[in-house]
């Protein structure tokens, strides 16, 4: 059983910079062989991967937010992170920590194995 539960989401203004923590609940064989992401939704849309990164360190990052944010994990704290630089209105949505196997930016939400139940991020202009 996996369980994932995020933090650190709130209001910023347009170029200000915020970071998501997502704490991982899970077996020691899921933890270290599962790859993990964040995700993000707005009202009306698809669930879009952000950034993600896999258990080989390999990471994927949407072309909307490369270069502005960072995905990273620390398995002593069994936590994964997002910091996110720059913030611009369009990344306004609430951000999901996921979790499975073969897990990139381009994974349909349908196939992510584990979700957490989400933060809310708001940019304002």
């Known amino acids: 059983q996996v369980q994932l539960v995020e933090s650190g989401g709130g209001s910023v203004q347009s170029g200000g910079s915020l970071s998501l923590s997502c704490r991982v609940f899970?077996?020691?064989?899921?933890?270290?062989?599962?790859?993990m992401g964040w995700f993000r939704q707005v009202p009306g849309k698809e669930r879009e991967g952000v950034a993600s990164l896999g258990s080989d360190g390999t990471t994927t990052y949407a072309d909307s937010v490369k270069g502005r944010f960072t995905i990273s994990q620390d398995y002593a704290k069994n936590t994964l992170y997002l910091q996110m630089n720059m913030l611009k209105p369009e990344d306004t949505a609430m951000y999901y920590c996921a979790a499975g196997w073969s897990l990139t930016v381009k994974t349909v939400p349908s196939s992510v194995n584990y979700w957490g139940q989400g933060t809310q991020v708001t940019v304002s202009s």
């Open positions: 899970a077996d020691i064989y899921s933890r270290y062989s599962m790859d």
